[in-house]
């Protein structure tokens, strides 16, 4: 991922040649499935044609149902794949979270804006000699996307955080690439990158809770207190029979089932920011029978 002028797909095409093993990494964009769809003539394909005649940005809805089926079918192939040009959005961060897909790693390149309109501008300026536009009006779309950019990426970069790897994208093309390699280091190796998953255990007054949260801070995971997961669902269903039998055991000081806590935590455990980023669970397991079914 990189602004306009980071050369991002010339630089993702030249990564799948350079870490491929055996044809293993398959290198596309966003850009290519576009293409594609204005080839095959389909009505997708048409709206698209269309958007790019008006200079128009093309919809959220459309490039995530396009780079969700292209990822699919990868991962059904059992192939690697290197994607460029997705996420550029907040909403296309959130849909790649809701598709489950874990990057092993997500690389933004940066560029200074001074570098930026000077790449663009050279662009531009040999799509003007071709096609012989207004020089004007490339400045004003040079100027427009290089914005539009930087203040879509800033949702991107909330969504993800925790597992983007910025590379500087001032320098040539062949030294980026490097950069990127060195960044990666690749394991030759079929496992995929398993978020961190951390049991907090210790006696009342250790500072779990304390500890927790500034681990789950320094690492980016996600900090869960099986305590203010009961308190939540309480108060989401509050007036229930449930919520109210729930509330007269707490005060008597039962237990809750085994059971009920374990579903809780699996359906919190089961959103994407715990997916994506790894968690620290603090509270559970108490017992061996939710130690069994956790393990489950």
Same mark, same amino acid.
């Given at each position: 991922?990189?602004? =306009?002028?980071? $050369? %991002?797909?010339?630089?993702?095409?030249?990564?799948?040649?350079?870490?491929?093993?055996?044809?293993?990494?398959? #290198?596309?964009?966003?850009?290519?499935?576009?293409?594609? /769809?204005?080839?095959?003539?389909? /009505?997708?394909?048409?709206?698209?044609?269309?958007?790019?005649?008006?200079?128009?940005?093309?919809?959220?809805?459309?490039?995530?149902?396009?780079?969700?089926?292209?990822?699919?079918?990868?991962?059904?192939?059992?192939?690697?794949?290197?994607?460029?040009?997705?996420? $550029?959005?907040?909403?296309?961060?959130?849909?790649?979270?809701?598709?489950?897909?874990? =990057?092993?790693?997500?690389?933004?390149?940066?560029?200074?804006?001074?570098?930026?309109?000077?790449?663009?501008?050279?662009?531009?300026?040999?799509?003007?000699?071709? %096609?012989?536009?207004?020089?004007?009006?490339?400045?004003?779309?040079?100027?427009? #996307? #290089?914005?539009?950019?930087?203040?879509?990426?800033?949702?991107?970069?909330?969504?993800?955080?925790?597992?983007?790897?910025?590379?500087?994208?001032?320098? #040539?093309?062949?030294?980026?690439?490097?950069?990127?390699?060195?960044?990666?280091?690749?394991?030759?190796?079929?496992?995929?990158?398993?978020?961190?998953?951390?049991?907090?255990?210790?006696?009342?007054?250790?500072?779990?809770?304390?500890?927790?949260?500034?681990?789950?801070?320094?690492?980016?995971?996600?900090?869960?207190?099986?305590?203010?997961?009961? $308190?939540?669902?309480?108060?989401?269903?509050?007036?229930?029979?449930?919520?109210?039998?729930?509330?007269?055991?707490?005060?008597?000081?039962?237990?809750?089932?085994?059971?009920?806590?374990?579903?809780?935590?699996?359906?919190?455990?089961?959103?994407?920011?715990?997916?994506?980023?790894?968690?620290?669970?603090?509270?559970?397991?108490?017992?061996?029978?939710?130690?069994?079914?956790?393990?489950?």
């Amino acid at each position: 991922m990189g602004p =306009p002028g980071s $050369k %991002s797909k010339e630089i993702a095409n030249q990564l799948g040649d350079v870490i491929s093993d055996q044809g293993r990494f398959v #290198s596309f964009s966003v850009d290519d499935l576009l293409n594609k /769809e204005i080839k095959k003539k389909s /009505e997708i394909g048409q709206k698209i044609l269309q958007e790019r005649e008006n200079n128009n940005y093309i919809s959220d809805e459309v490039i995530i149902r396009l780079v969700d089926g292209q990822v699919q079918a990868l991962e059904e192939a059992q192939k690697s794949w290197i994607l460029e040009g997705f996420p $550029k959005t907040r909403l296309q961060a959130l849909a790649m979270q809701k598709m489950g897909i874990i =990057p092993d790693k997500f690389i933004l390149l940066y560029i200074d804006e001074a570098k930026t309109q000077e790449r663009m501008a050279m662009n531009m300026q040999s799509e003007e000699n071709e %096609s012989g536009g207004d020089q004007s009006k490339f400045n004003q779309l040079n100027f427009g #996307s #290089s914005k539009e950019f930087n203040l879509k990426i800033k949702g991107v970069k909330e969504v993800c955080r925790g597992y983007i790897n910025e590379v500087d994208g001032n320098k #040539s093309e062949g030294y980026v690439l490097e950069d990127i390699v060195r960044e990666l280091r690749l394991r030759r190796t079929e496992a995929p990158r398993r978020p961190p998953r951390v049991f907090m255990f210790g006696p009342p007054g250790a500072g779990k809770q304390t500890l927790g949260k500034k681990i789950a801070a320094k690492y980016q995971l996600v900090y869960l207190k099986v305590k203010n997961l009961v $308190k939540d669902h309480i108060r989401r269903n509050e007036d229930t029979d449930e919520a109210r039998e729930m509330k007269k055991k707490i005060k008597m000081n039962e237990a809750l089932s085994n059971e009920f806590v374990v579903d809780l935590i699996n359906q919190r455990l089961a959103k994407p920011d715990c997916r994506i980023n790894g968690w620290i669970l603090d509270g559970a397991p108490m017992n061996l029978e939710q130690t069994l079914l956790l393990k489950q």
